[in-house]
């Protein structure tokens, strides 16, 4: 009896495809939690949250969601990653004016994986930034506002 004869090329092609798509994206190698909540008078709220210069959670808080956590996730073999938080936040003052609010912040992450951060905002709007209640040393945060958070200019 003899067997039918087949190509070994599709197999190889194939192979070579699943290899191709490995290298493509990183593999991941821990993760961490971050979860933004909605502050006295806030009455929306959309950031972005970018790691590694990669968005990686999108929040948008009102009044029927007023915190929301994302899963992040962390490419292997770095245990320190960039961040940076851009958003809009409008708030109602108590005299009842409607004010919306440009946010951003950036720092360096040491070590998240496992870790939950929440995402703060101080200073009448002007800070934004990450932090680990229990951990203080997870966050670095650097002053001023993110560039990567930069208004489009055209």
Known sequence: MQLPAFSLRPVRILIATMLCASMATPALAGSFYVEDGSGDGEISEISRLYVDEQLVATFRLDHDH?????????????????????????????????EIHQVSGEG?????????????GARNFTEFYLADPDDPDVVERHPGRSSLCAAPTS
């Not at 360096?108 to 703060?120: R, T």
């Open 108 to 120: 360096v992450l040491h070590e998240p994986d496992g870790h939950h951060l929440v995402a703060l």
């Open 66 to 98: 007023p915190t929301q956590t994302a899963h992040v996730e962390t490419a292997v073999s770095r245990v320190n990653h960039s961040y940076a938080l851009c958003g809009e936040i409008t708030i109602r003052r108590p005299e009842g004016k409607v």
